[in-house]
Protein backbone atom coordinates (compact mmCIF):
# COMPACT_ATOMS: atom_id res chain seq x y z
CA UNK A 1 0.00 0.00 0.00
CA UNK A 2 1.14 3.66 -0.66
CA UNK A 3 0.30 7.02 1.81
CA UNK A 4 -1.74 8.51 -0.94
CA UNK A 5 -5.63 7.43 -0.60
CA UNK A 6 -7.18 6.11 -3.77
CA UNK A 7 -10.33 7.94 -2.45
CA UNK A 8 -10.44 10.78 -0.23
CA UNK A 9 -14.20 11.87 1.31
CA UNK A 10 -14.05 15.59 3.07
CA UNK A 11 -16.37 17.44 5.22
CA UNK A 12 -19.14 15.09 3.32
CA UNK A 13 -22.97 15.89 3.94
CA UNK A 14 -26.35 14.85 2.92
CA UNK A 15 -29.49 15.40 3.60
CA UNK A 16 -33.29 14.38 3.07
CA UNK A 17 -36.23 16.63 3.43
CA UNK A 18 -39.61 15.06 4.05
CA UNK A 19 -42.53 16.95 2.90
CA UNK A 20 -45.34 18.18 5.26
CA UNK A 21 -49.06 19.32 4.06
CA UNK A 22 -48.97 21.88 1.03
CA UNK A 23 -45.35 20.37 0.29
CA UNK A 24 -43.52 22.75 2.93
CA UNK A 25 -40.26 21.00 4.63
CA UNK A 26 -41.51 19.28 7.79
CA UNK A 27 -38.09 17.60 8.98
CA UNK A 28 -34.53 17.32 7.54
CA UNK A 29 -32.74 13.88 8.19
CA UNK A 30 -28.86 14.26 7.99
CA UNK A 31 -27.92 10.80 6.55
CA UNK A 32 -24.56 11.39 6.47
CA UNK A 33 -23.25 14.28 8.79
CA UNK A 34 -19.70 16.32 8.14
CA UNK A 35 -18.03 12.81 7.11
CA UNK A 36 -14.14 12.69 6.28
CA UNK A 37 -12.09 9.44 5.60
CA UNK A 38 -9.58 7.73 3.57
CA UNK A 39 -9.23 4.43 1.50
CA UNK A 40 -5.58 3.49 0.52
CA UNK A 41 -5.04 1.45 -3.10
CA UNK A 42 -5.26 -2.31 -1.67
CA UNK A 43 -7.22 -1.90 1.04
CA UNK A 44 -10.32 -2.63 2.41
CA UNK A 45 -12.33 -0.22 5.19
CA UNK A 46 -15.39 -2.00 6.80
CA UNK A 47 -17.83 0.53 7.70
CA UNK A 48 -20.22 -0.58 10.25
CA UNK A 49 -22.81 0.64 12.55
CA UNK A 50 -26.69 0.06 13.36
CA UNK A 51 -29.20 0.22 10.77
CA UNK A 52 -29.90 4.04 9.87
CA UNK A 53 -26.47 5.24 10.64
CA UNK A 54 -25.82 6.52 7.31
CA UNK A 55 -23.67 3.70 5.52
CA UNK A 56 -25.46 2.94 2.81
CA UNK A 57 -26.06 6.45 1.81
CA UNK A 58 -22.05 6.91 2.27
CA UNK A 59 -21.23 4.56 0.08
CA UNK A 60 -23.04 5.83 -2.30
CA UNK A 61 -22.15 8.78 -2.53
CA UNK A 62 -18.51 7.64 -2.58
CA UNK A 63 -18.80 6.11 -6.10
CA UNK A 64 -21.19 9.21 -7.11
CA UNK A 65 -24.64 7.87 -7.02
CA UNK A 66 -25.70 10.16 -4.37
CA UNK A 67 -24.35 13.75 -4.87
CA UNK A 68 -23.09 15.60 -1.11
CA UNK A 69 -25.05 18.87 0.07
CA UNK A 70 -21.45 19.80 1.04
CA UNK A 71 -17.87 18.59 1.19
CA UNK A 72 -16.06 16.54 -1.51
CA UNK A 73 -15.41 12.79 -2.83
CA UNK A 74 -11.90 12.51 -4.88
CA UNK A 75 -10.98 10.03 -6.65
CA UNK A 76 -7.54 8.80 -7.86
CA UNK A 77 -6.81 13.06 -7.86
CA UNK A 78 -10.59 13.53 -9.33
CA UNK A 79 -13.75 14.92 -8.38
CA UNK A 80 -16.33 12.63 -8.58
CA UNK A 81 -19.65 14.88 -8.10
CA UNK A 82 -17.45 17.46 -10.49
CA UNK A 83 -17.06 15.70 -13.54
CA UNK A 84 -19.23 16.02 -16.33
CA UNK A 85 -19.70 14.12 -19.80
CA UNK A 86 -17.39 11.21 -20.63
CA UNK A 87 -14.75 12.20 -17.98
CA UNK A 88 -17.35 11.16 -15.57
CA UNK A 89 -18.36 8.38 -17.77
CA UNK A 90 -14.57 7.10 -17.95
CA UNK A 91 -14.39 7.63 -14.26
CA UNK A 92 -17.64 5.12 -13.33
CA UNK A 93 -15.63 2.46 -15.10
CA UNK A 94 -13.15 2.81 -12.20
CA UNK A 95 -15.99 2.18 -9.25
CA UNK A 96 -18.15 0.26 -8.54
CA UNK A 97 -20.96 -1.65 -6.44
CA UNK A 98 -21.95 -4.74 -4.87
CA UNK A 99 -25.24 -4.10 -4.04
CA UNK A 100 -26.54 -5.72 -0.72
CA UNK A 101 -29.91 -7.57 -2.30
CA UNK A 102 -28.76 -10.14 -4.93
CA UNK A 103 -32.18 -10.76 -6.61
CA UNK A 104 -33.36 -7.14 -6.30
CA UNK A 105 -30.18 -5.58 -7.94
CA UNK A 106 -30.26 -8.17 -10.66
CA UNK A 107 -33.37 -7.96 -13.77
CA UNK A 108 -35.04 -11.13 -13.53
CA UNK A 109 -35.81 -11.39 -17.34
CA UNK A 110 -32.14 -10.34 -18.59
CA UNK A 111 -29.96 -13.96 -19.05
CA UNK A 112 -26.83 -13.85 -16.59
CA UNK A 113 -24.63 -13.22 -20.02
CA UNK A 114 -26.50 -10.16 -20.39
CA UNK A 115 -26.76 -8.90 -17.15
CA UNK A 116 -22.80 -9.02 -16.80
CA UNK A 117 -22.03 -7.29 -19.65
CA UNK A 118 -24.56 -4.69 -19.17
CA UNK A 119 -21.85 -1.92 -18.29
CA UNK A 120 -19.68 -2.91 -21.09
CA UNK A 121 -22.08 -2.24 -23.56
CA UNK A 122 -23.09 1.11 -22.30
CA UNK A 123 -19.30 2.13 -21.70
CA UNK A 124 -19.23 0.83 -25.31
CA UNK A 125 -16.12 -0.96 -24.72
CA UNK A 126 -15.31 -3.29 -27.28
CA UNK A 127 -17.41 -5.40 -29.67
CA UNK A 128 -19.95 -8.01 -29.27
CA UNK A 129 -17.42 -10.82 -29.54
CA UNK A 130 -14.76 -9.13 -27.25
CA UNK A 131 -17.59 -8.40 -24.60
CA UNK A 132 -18.53 -11.66 -24.79
CA UNK A 133 -15.10 -13.00 -24.10
CA UNK A 134 -14.94 -10.75 -21.21
CA UNK A 135 -18.01 -11.36 -19.93
CA UNK A 136 -16.96 -15.32 -19.76
CA UNK A 137 -13.33 -14.23 -17.97
CA UNK A 138 -14.86 -12.25 -15.10
CA UNK A 139 -17.40 -15.16 -14.99
CA UNK A 140 -14.82 -17.50 -14.43
CA UNK A 141 -13.04 -15.79 -12.00
CA UNK A 142 -16.37 -15.42 -9.46
CA UNK A 143 -17.00 -19.06 -9.96
CA UNK A 144 -19.66 -19.38 -12.55
CA UNK A 145 -19.47 -21.83 -15.38
CA UNK A 146 -20.24 -21.25 -19.27
CA UNK A 147 -23.70 -22.87 -18.90
CA UNK A 148 -24.52 -20.65 -16.28
CA UNK A 149 -24.66 -17.44 -18.49
CA UNK A 150 -27.64 -18.69 -20.75
CA UNK A 151 -29.78 -18.84 -17.14
CA UNK A 152 -31.92 -16.12 -15.91
CA UNK A 153 -31.29 -14.83 -12.17
CA UNK A 154 -34.09 -16.97 -10.43
CA UNK A 155 -32.53 -20.69 -11.04
CA UNK A 156 -30.06 -19.79 -9.15
CA UNK A 157 -29.22 -20.01 -5.05
CA UNK A 158 -28.14 -16.52 -3.00
CA UNK A 159 -24.92 -17.15 -3.00
CA UNK A 160 -24.73 -17.95 -6.58
CA UNK A 161 -26.62 -14.72 -7.27
CA UNK A 162 -24.06 -12.55 -5.32
CA UNK A 163 -21.47 -14.09 -7.12
CA UNK A 164 -23.61 -12.77 -10.81
CA UNK A 165 -23.20 -9.48 -8.76
CA UNK A 166 -20.00 -9.79 -8.22
CA UNK A 167 -19.25 -10.39 -12.06
CA UNK A 168 -21.40 -7.85 -12.97
CA UNK A 169 -19.25 -5.35 -10.71
CA UNK A 170 -15.98 -6.58 -12.02
CA UNK A 171 -16.55 -6.46 -16.08
CA UNK A 172 -15.49 -3.00 -16.86
CA UNK A 173 -11.76 -3.74 -14.23
CA UNK A 174 -12.87 -1.41 -11.85
CA UNK A 175 -10.32 0.05 -9.52
CA UNK A 176 -12.64 0.30 -6.31
CA UNK A 177 -15.53 -1.37 -5.42
CA UNK A 178 -17.90 -0.35 -2.23
CA UNK A 179 -19.77 -3.82 -1.52
CA UNK A 180 -22.88 -3.21 0.92
CA UNK A 181 -24.06 -5.68 2.74
CA UNK A 182 -22.42 -8.37 0.34
CA UNK A 183 -23.24 -11.58 2.67
CA UNK A 184 -26.04 -10.65 5.23
CA UNK A 185 -28.92 -12.52 3.59
CA UNK A 186 -26.60 -15.78 2.76
CA UNK A 187 -26.17 -18.95 4.96
CA UNK A 188 -22.52 -18.69 7.13
CA UNK A 189 -21.17 -21.42 4.89
CA UNK A 190 -21.80 -19.17 1.75
CA UNK A 191 -20.80 -16.31 3.59
CA UNK A 192 -17.45 -17.79 4.03
CA UNK A 193 -17.51 -18.70 -0.13
CA UNK A 194 -18.01 -15.16 -0.88
CA UNK A 195 -15.98 -13.24 1.62
CA UNK A 196 -12.81 -15.65 0.38
CA UNK A 197 -13.81 -14.49 -3.24
CA UNK A 198 -13.78 -11.05 -2.44
CA UNK A 199 -10.67 -11.48 -0.79
CA UNK A 200 -8.89 -13.25 -3.31
CA UNK A 201 -10.21 -10.56 -5.79
CA UNK A 202 -8.67 -8.32 -4.06
CA UNK A 203 -4.93 -9.82 -4.24
CA UNK A 204 -5.56 -11.27 -7.72
CA UNK A 205 -6.51 -7.98 -9.45
CA UNK A 206 -5.49 -5.23 -6.90
CA UNK A 207 -8.93 -4.36 -5.77
CA UNK A 208 -9.77 -1.38 -2.76
CA UNK A 209 -12.64 -2.15 -0.87
CA UNK A 210 -15.40 -0.06 1.22
CA UNK A 211 -16.92 -3.10 2.92
CA UNK A 212 -20.35 -2.21 4.74
CA UNK A 213 -21.77 -4.71 7.20
CA UNK A 214 -23.46 -4.77 10.59
CA UNK A 215 -21.36 -7.99 11.34
CA UNK A 216 -18.34 -7.06 13.04
CA UNK A 217 -17.20 -10.90 12.71
CA UNK A 218 -16.99 -10.50 9.11
CA UNK A 219 -15.36 -6.79 9.21
CA UNK A 220 -12.24 -8.30 11.57
CA UNK A 221 -12.31 -11.14 9.01
CA UNK A 222 -11.22 -9.00 6.04
CA UNK A 223 -11.01 -5.97 6.61
CA UNK A 224 -7.42 -3.37 7.17
CA UNK A 225 -8.96 -0.97 9.06
CA UNK A 226 -12.72 -0.22 10.11
CA UNK A 227 -15.05 3.17 10.73
CA UNK A 228 -17.68 3.23 13.18
CA UNK A 229 -20.91 5.23 12.29
CA UNK A 230 -23.83 6.49 14.41
CA UNK A 231 -26.43 9.02 13.02
CA UNK A 232 -24.84 9.70 10.25
CA UNK A 233 -21.40 10.77 12.00
CA UNK A 234 -17.87 8.78 12.25
CA UNK A 235 -17.35 7.53 15.59
CA UNK A 236 -14.40 6.04 15.39
CA UNK A 237 -12.05 4.48 13.00
CA UNK A 238 -8.34 2.58 12.80
CA UNK A 239 -6.40 -0.39 12.30
CA UNK A 240 -9.33 -3.41 12.80
CA UNK A 241 -7.52 -4.71 15.31
CA UNK A 242 -6.69 -1.97 17.71
CA UNK A 243 -10.21 -0.88 17.21
CA UNK A 244 -11.18 -4.09 18.41
CA UNK A 245 -8.40 -4.60 21.53
CA UNK A 246 -9.03 -1.06 22.47
CA UNK A 247 -12.25 0.42 21.60
CA UNK A 248 -12.38 4.01 22.25
CA UNK A 249 -16.05 4.99 22.64
CA UNK A 250 -18.69 3.78 24.53
CA UNK A 251 -20.66 2.95 21.34
CA UNK A 252 -17.51 1.16 19.45
CA UNK A 253 -17.66 -1.56 22.84
CA UNK A 254 -22.07 -1.90 22.92
CA UNK A 255 -21.13 -3.14 19.26
CA UNK A 256 -18.50 -5.45 20.16
CA UNK A 257 -20.21 -6.92 23.03
CA UNK A 258 -23.08 -7.56 20.68
CA UNK A 259 -20.91 -10.03 18.74
CA UNK A 260 -21.64 -13.60 19.78
CA UNK A 261 -18.69 -15.60 21.78
CA UNK A 262 -18.00 -18.71 23.18
CA UNK A 263 -19.62 -19.11 27.04
CA UNK A 264 -16.31 -18.25 29.02
CA UNK A 265 -14.34 -16.50 26.19
CA UNK A 266 -16.21 -13.10 26.57
CA UNK A 267 -13.85 -9.91 25.84
CA UNK A 268 -16.26 -7.57 27.14
CA UNK A 269 -19.18 -7.58 29.34
CA UNK A 270 -22.53 -7.56 27.18
CA UNK A 271 -24.51 -4.27 26.86
CA UNK A 272 -28.39 -3.37 26.27
CA UNK A 273 -28.62 -0.43 24.73
CA UNK A 274 -31.90 1.72 25.46
CA UNK A 275 -33.69 2.57 22.46
CA UNK A 276 -33.28 2.68 19.20
CA UNK A 277 -31.07 4.79 17.12
CA UNK A 278 -32.69 8.26 16.63
CA UNK A 279 -33.37 9.93 13.55
CA UNK A 280 -30.91 12.50 12.53
CA UNK A 281 -32.64 15.67 12.27
CA UNK A 282 -31.17 19.56 12.68
CA UNK A 283 -30.57 19.39 16.26
CA UNK A 284 -26.82 19.08 16.39
CA UNK A 285 -26.33 20.13 19.99
CA UNK A 286 -23.96 17.52 21.91
CA UNK A 287 -22.84 14.12 20.98
CA UNK A 288 -25.24 12.23 18.80
CA UNK A 289 -24.97 9.23 21.44
CA UNK A 290 -25.09 10.83 24.83
CA UNK A 291 -29.01 9.63 25.32
CA UNK A 292 -28.16 6.14 25.03
CA UNK A 293 -24.41 6.39 26.45
CA UNK A 294 -24.04 5.53 30.43
CA UNK A 295 -20.99 7.75 30.01
CA UNK A 296 -22.79 10.75 29.24
CA UNK A 297 -21.90 13.57 31.22
CA UNK A 298 -22.98 17.36 30.88
CA UNK A 299 -20.19 18.47 28.28
CA UNK A 300 -21.79 15.34 26.33
CA UNK A 301 -24.70 16.86 25.89
CA UNK A 302 -23.65 20.69 25.14
CA UNK A 303 -20.94 19.93 22.12
CA UNK A 304 -20.46 18.09 19.72
CA UNK A 305 -17.08 16.05 20.12
CA UNK A 306 -14.61 16.50 17.14
CA UNK A 307 -12.58 13.20 16.06
CA UNK A 308 -9.13 13.16 17.93
CA UNK A 309 -6.22 10.85 17.60
CA UNK A 310 -6.20 8.64 20.68
CA UNK A 311 -3.52 6.15 19.52
CA UNK A 312 -1.70 6.00 16.84
CA UNK A 313 -4.12 5.77 13.49
CA UNK A 314 -6.52 5.46 15.69
CA UNK A 315 -9.26 8.43 16.01
CA UNK A 316 -12.15 8.79 18.16
CA UNK A 317 -14.95 11.43 18.45
CA UNK A 318 -15.85 11.21 21.96
CA UNK A 319 -15.27 13.32 25.41
CA UNK A 320 -13.88 10.54 27.12
CA UNK A 321 -12.07 8.43 24.22
CA UNK A 322 -9.78 5.79 25.91
CA UNK A 323 -11.38 5.45 28.94
CA UNK A 324 -13.69 3.14 28.17
CA UNK A 325 -13.17 0.25 30.93
CA UNK A 326 -13.61 -3.12 29.28
CA UNK A 327 -16.04 -4.21 31.62
CA UNK A 328 -18.34 -1.69 30.27
CA UNK A 329 -21.19 -0.05 32.62
CA UNK A 330 -20.92 -1.02 36.03
CA UNK A 331 -24.10 -2.11 37.95
CA UNK A 332 -26.66 0.10 38.22
CA UNK A 333 -25.08 2.86 35.85
CA UNK A 334 -27.89 3.64 33.16
CA UNK A 335 -27.68 6.04 30.19
CA UNK A 336 -28.06 9.53 29.85
CA UNK A 337 -31.59 10.43 29.63
Not at 141 to 157: A, E, I, K, M, T
Not at 185 to 191: K, R
Not at 256 to 265: C, D, E, I, K
Request: with cysteine; net charge positive; proline share 6%.
Amino acid sequence: MTSAPLLEAQNVEIAFHTRGRRGASAHVVRAVDDVSLAVLPGEILGLVGESGSGKTTLGQALVGLQRPDRGQVRFDGADVHGLRGDASKKLRRQMQVVFQESRGSLNGRMRVEDIIGEGLQIQGMGDRKARRHRVREVAQQVGLGSVDLSRYPHQFSGGQRQRIGIARALALAPKFLVADEPVAALDVSVQAQVLNLLLDLRDDLGLTYVLISHDLAVVERVSDRIAVMYMGRIMEHGPVRDVYAHPQVPYTYALLSARPTVPGQERYRRVILPGDIGTPGTARRGCPFAPRCWMAADACRESVPELRETRPGHWAACHFAGEVDRTGPAAGQHPAS
